[in-house]
């Protein structure tokens, strides 16, 4: 297990150290820290909004990046401006920006190839494919047997559910009984027995993706889900603690007992109903939704619940995944008796999939497939990664960088307690709540003139999301920038 590969975390002060700033970069080549040139957007930046606004909408962009001149922890934007990425592409960068082991995969003549050449895998894979899978996401893999390989987080959401689907009807109608003609018919026009009525159970504040079936378990934010038809599937709620979590055990405990017994409730109630529950999809810790955390115990609890019920019990390890948390999955922290049914991956990953049980595994081709189904090219890159991961000790680095930032906002949120609480997470995998939804965008925005990226959350959160190769200094950095912005504001 990944978790062995973790050396003890060392313990940190958590006063800001500013000569530590100049220590040895992970990535060299680094600059010392931000330098802002213009504010941000500047001019060059909107000027290319301009042009691109003429041809789509982009409400959501936020700078344009040189990714040319983009270096380890540090994005340059259109205008010159050196930021540190504490945010790395919503979670996605392990190892920040043109590490110089990844600029070199390609020079690899087969590599290259295997890039340019990129094939429906699931008819015309290479033949180094299996070899691939076996090396490098079985390696990783939390304990589960079979991988089934796809481009994006929402689409291995969305396909891992077909997964649950087929599994739990094969469970229904027999392991080797065939489809009836009735079934084959009716399905052709959405219709029950064919297309049976199954749910999937989600949580308040889940983000699990934006494709159509996984949009029906994403519950963070109206505009994601305006206009869109939804099914009828049940929606629990997810543990909401109060901080410091060791001040409040006795509130936090009794929150997830009443959690539990609502998804009890609801799992009997969708039974009766004629739509029952095959599977329950969860995040480790739920980060569009306000980077809520739930215990272990729930977690625990939470699988016995789904043995009891015959539910498939599916972690979504999309942000949490590929070790920001301080282990590779986020979930081995819960000390679960078994691994889940399903685990969903993208992100760090470099690439989609899902990790799950034989009986997740269909019988009959076809029935979980499209063009491309993950890319080998993405898979040469992750194989890279997972080994500077090891050679690194990323793993370690991770846990002592989060144990600076988080001591770090500890002091903060203690200095400047009417504008910031709850600092919370794993690792480097970290939030914290603004008393407002206006102060915290007032906070984003001020870090961003800094010369500092990071990410809202919820209604009123930011997030941490650095890459593994994040230091201490790095986190003294982005700690004295945000005194700066709360001593501005106070």
Request: proline residues 7%; aromatic residues 8%.
């Amino acid at each position: 297990m990944w978790s062995k590969l973790i050396k003890p975390v060392v313990q940190i002060s958590s006063k800001f150290e500013r000569n530590s700033r100049f220590a040895c970069s992970l990535v060299p080549g680094e600059p010392e820290g931000p330098s802002v040139k213009t504010p941000i957007p500047g001019p060059k930046t909107k000027e290319l909004l301009n042009k691109l606004g003429s041809l789509q909408q982009c409400g959501t962009v936020q700078l344009f990046a040189n990714y040319d001149k983009s270096i380890g922890n540090y994005l340059v934007d259109a205008d010159d401006n050196v930021i540190l990425d504490t945010y790395t592409q919503i979670s996605s960068l392990p190892l920040g920006y043109n590490h110089p082991t990844l600029l070199k995969v390609f020079n690899d003549e087969h590599n290259l190839k295997s890039l340019i050449n990129r094939p429906a895998l699931g008819v015309f894979p290479a033949t180094d494919w299996p070899k691939k899978l076996e090396n490098i996401l079985k390696q990783v893999s939390p304990g589960l047997p079979h991988i089934t390989t796809m481009m994006c987080g929402s689409c291995s959401n969305e396909n891992a559910y077909k997964n649950v689907f087929i599994s739990y009807r094969r469970s229904i109608r027999g392991e080797n009984v065939d489809f009836t003609d009735l079934e084959k018919e009716s399905c052709i026009i959405n219709q029950p027995p064919g297309s049976p009525k199954l749910s999937i159970l989600s949580f308040h504040g889940a983000f699990h993706g934006r494709t159509f079936g996984a949009l029906s378990t994403t519950h963070s934010k109206p505009i994601h889900k305006l206009d869109f038809p939804a099914f009828d599937w049940p929606t629990a709620h997810f543990p909401r603690y109060k901080y410091p979590l060791e001040e409040n055990t006795r509130e936090n405990q009794q929150e997830d007992k009443k959690c539990l017994a609502e998804v009890e409730d609801l799992i009997e109630k969708y039974e009766k109903k004629d739509n029952p529950v095959a599977g329950v999809i969860i995040e480790p810790i739920q980060s569009e939704g306000g980077d809520n955390e739930a215990s272990p115990e729930f977690f625990q609890q939470l699988q016995k619940i789904c043995k009891k019920n015959c539910a498939a019990l599916i972690l979504d390890e999309v942000q949490t995944g590929g070790g920001p948390t301080g282990r590779f999955w986020c979930h081995e922290y819960f000390n679960l008796e078994c691994p889940p049914d399903v685990v969903t991956f993208s992100k760090k990953m470099q690439m989609g999939g899902y990790f799950h049980t034989a009986e997740m595994t269909p019988k009959l081709p076809y029935r979980i497939f499209n063009t491309w189904m993950g890319d080998p090219g993405k898979l040469i890159l992750l194989e890279n990664i997972i080994e500077i991961i090891k050679s690194q000790d990323l793993l370690s680095q991770v846990q002592k960088s989060g144990e600076r930032l988080k001591c770090g906002l500890h002091d903060l949120e203690c200095e400047f307690s009417d504008l910031i609480n709850s600092v919370r997470g794993r690792g480097t995998f970290l939030a914290a709540t603004a008393t407002s939804a206006k102060l915290r965008d007032d906070i984003l925005k001020r870090l961003k003139q800094k010369g500092v990226q990071t990410g809202a959350c919820g209604t009123a959160a930011f997030r941490l999301r650095p890459a593994l190769v994040f230091q201490e200094h790095h986190a003294d950095i982005f700690l004295d920038k945000f005194r700066q912005v709360l001593q501005e504001i106070k």
